[in-house]
């Protein structure tokens, strides 16, 4: 079949709400998990001022270094999906800065690989609160919040599209690597800030943390979904056919070759790579948008990994 011949290659492209709605699948299935358990959060809020506690769902939940210590291991990344209920814009915040950069950062690492590096920078960021909450301030509040995992997210989109101009308050037109590296700077100053009396610094070590991650993982080329278990793969050798005794009528037989399997992010892959360079031989490369070239090169380093 030739590129032409393609369905995805003759569509004009998606209409406006078709494309809001294919991209982004994680960060939207993210966005909802954490605003289903703030509303659990605020439902189980205690009535009484004098039960200690801030309810029984986010006691369970959140990041404390005694309860990491009795093997509540968990909290190292349940705390990312809570947030601070007396403060509507610590949610707020974190859930736009998810959707707005995390839905680019999606698109140029597909669903699965975008899925696992958040979840590793939330948890990365959580054990860092607790390796400096453990060494500084072993009493420090609970820690709640996406942060960690967000803060990764906004420092990859800086890497790949340090270009980017974004709207500060809505207002003020700032470069996304201005706005990283002064809230990295202002989370590193706070953090090294041993006079503070809030005792903040440990709480911006998930930010840090998060962000660390972030940077180790773009400079090392990692593919997190590479060192999972490949459970489709399983799947597959289960299902073959076990050993049978072999007769001489069976040479005579037709053999059955199954068709070689592509797998879902390949073909997804290999289908936005013909798009692209369907494009580029209508109206050139330098009419390409920045995620299209963003994903060429992505493209460009898995193709050239497989080569024996």
Known sequence: MGIYDRDYVRR???????SFVERGRICKWLIGINVAAFIVQVLTLPHNDKVPGFGWFTDAFHLTVPDVLHGQV???LTYAFLHDTDHIMHI????????WFGSDVEDLYGPREFLTFYLTSAFVGGFAYFLSSLVWLPTAAPCVGASGGVMAVILLCAIHYPRRTILLFFILPVPIWLFVAFSLALDGYVFLDRNN???????VAAHLGGALFAGVYYKLHWRLTNWLPQFRAWRR????????VYHEDDARRPVRVPAATVPPEDDQLEAKMDAILEKISRVGKENLTENERQLLLRASEIFRRRRP
């Open 92 to 99: 707020l915040f974190n859930m736009l800065f998810l959707w």
């Open 74 to 76: 968990w909290r190292l």
């Open 237 to 244: 050798q289960l299902s073959r056919p076990r050993l049978r």
């Open 12 to 18: 004009e492209g998606p209409s406006f709400l078709g």
């Open 197 to 203: 009396n809030e005792n903040r610094e440990t709480a």
